[in-house]
Each structure stands twice: as structure tokens, then as C-alpha cells.
């Protein structure tokens, strides 16, 4: 049966930038013991210390496998592999000696892709990084009155994180970390083109820091016979360091809203592709594609109504004028191109009755999404998943 995986890839592009080792000297307290997220002066965390750690932290190695190996190819890096063998002269020279044939013939034998993860190796950041995440989580939780979708919690220690991370009853476990990788692998064979003699084999990968800090995935399949369902992803991957260290602080919040209200966004782009007579690759994508920006825009509302709360509770001493700043950066990627009005309209409604409006009528929000502030006039484009009109020059 042939099927069409179309992934809804909720990340974070924003990479982290290393400063001076000062770290280390820091091995102090690094909060002070609570009792409860209710009770704010037992949970506030050292700001300077936390921006500190996040600034000073990214690392790329050691790289740990994690997760499933995908066997695919990836057209843009196999080109970049042939591109270097054909530009790698000695290379091939030897593969003549080898092989004793001027005339060489190749074939693809094999091409995979591999998450892989660097852990962090700080316990002390780790313990606060973690420490931090499950408290903001908690409560994100009883704010929201939202169920807690988690396993756990932890700090990746290194093991095969699918295998440590059983998904029972449809829980997601959470996995902090300083890095993420996707290592891209090639196996060639060559062979002399004058026998079926002996044969020389070559492995190329690519390695590709992602930039994600936080991500959470879930996949439309479409079988041959158009029926649709959804594949979760049993775990989160949560990094903890970033250019701008705020979106650090972010990523628990972030991804938590993500998980709960995934659900309401899959009902809702079933039943756009149920009434669609053209359910085609291009439809799918489009359809899918919009509604990443529509549930972008409803947690991104959340987000910005929920930090200053998180951090009023948890680092007082960090300036919360920073949440614009970073609320504006991401105006650079498509995918937040509803944004401003998401922000807008759970500030109109507050978020208790938007999460409610999200659970009950998502389509009511994406519709939301066009109208113009009150008093206003919007030269907006309009929130739609039609395709758009042939060009008549084309």
C-alpha cells in the first residue's frame, strides 16, 4: 500500500550561540527548594545564572542516536555527496587502483537518516534547566485547566530515547537537551565496468545541526484508498540554549500548548479534506500547511498571555520587556504569519475562553484570524486553504 506521510513539523528555528566559559565558576545554589508552583518566592530561579547557562551552552558532540533510522534519500545532500566525489580526484584515483579498471561504474547501495542528540553535560544546568521546565509545565497546566499530556519530564541521559520512552497510553515524554542533529548517511558501490568482479563501497554523511529548540510531530497518512489518520510522535525534544535566551523559557510553555490542542487542530483538517472532491499531494500539503500557521497562531496568543505570569512567578529579575522583542523576530518565518492576530484575539477573549472557543470551533478561530481589529481596517491577506488562481501570464 502506497502512502503519503505529510509531517506537521512544529519547531523553533533558532540557533543557539556560544559565549566565553564562564560557567563553570558558577557552581553555586541554583534555586531555592519549593514547595509548590502556588507558593512564588519558593520557586524563584536565579535569572543572571539561567541566562548565564543558556548563553554558554551550546555543544555539538558527543552525538547519541535517537529514535528510528529512516531509510530515504534526501535529493539536495545526495547531490552534494556526488558533487563531492566527483570533485574528489585522489579519491577516485585510488578506487581505480583498487578496483584495477579505468572504467568505473557506481551504484546507490543504501541511504538512511538519523536523529541524533547531544545530552547536556552540566548537571548543574541540567538540574535547574529541568527543574524550570517541569515547574513552568505545572503550571501552564492548572492555568489552562488543560490534562497533563506527559510521561515524564527528564533530561536526556544518553540511551536510545524511543527505547527508554515507551509511548503507554498514548503519553509523550519530554526530553531535554543542549542540541539536536540529523545525520544523513550514503553507501556507494563501485565497481569496474568491464566485470562483475570485485567492489569497493563508500560511505559519505552529512551532518546537519537543526536549529530546532523545541518540536512536537504528529503525521497525516494518506492511503491509496484516501483514508485518513494521525501517527503521534511519543516524545518532545526540548533544547536549552538559544541566540535569544528567552525562547528557552519558551519552549516548555510552547510545546505543552502544542500537544494539548493538537487534537482539535487534526479534527479540523480532517474535516476540511473530507469536504475537498480533490484530495491530491498539493491539496494535503496546502491544507496542512495552513493550519500549522492557524495552531501557531492560537498557542503563540497563549504564549504571550502566559510568560509574563511564568516569569513574574518563577524569575522576577528577568525583563519581561524582552517578550516583544522575540514575539517580533519570528515575524520572519511564514509559518507565523497569523501571529499578531492570534496574540490579539486571546488577549480579546482571555485564555480560559479561548481554549475553550479552540476545543469547540477551531474553524471559528481561523476565521477569527481574518477579521480586522475593531476600528480598524485590514489590507491583510485573508486566512485561506484554497488554492490560488492560475496565473494567466504563466
Known sequence: MCLSRIALYLKALIRGLGLSAIVALLAVCLLQPGKSWGNPPDNRLDAELFRAFILDGEQRDPLVAFGEIRHQVVPSLSQENRAYLSDNKNLMEDIR?????????WRLAQASTQRMIVPEQRSHYAALFEHYCQSAVEFVLARTRLPNPYLAIATFQGEDGLGAAPNAGGGVTAYLVNHIADVYTEEYV????????PQVKIELSNREYTGELGSYSSYLIDDEDQNLE??????SL???NAEDPLNVLIVPVEETLHIALRQFTEGAIEHRLATRSDRSRAIIDQVVEEWVAVEEAAVGGLVRQLMPEIMSRFLPDWPQANIDATFQARQSFDKYRYLNQGVRIVEELGI?????LYRQDPMAFRAMLSSPPPGNISTETAVTDEPAPPDPSA
Open 190 to 197: 563501485f565497481f569496474s565496468a568491464e566485470d562483475s568482479g
Open 352 to 356: 480560559e475562553t479561548f481554549i475553550d
Open 230 to 235: 494521525f501517527v503521534h510522535s511519543p516524545y
Open 97 to 105: 587502483a583498487e578496483l584495477a579498471s579505468d572504467a568505473l561504474r
Open 238 to 240: 526540548w533544547r536549552n
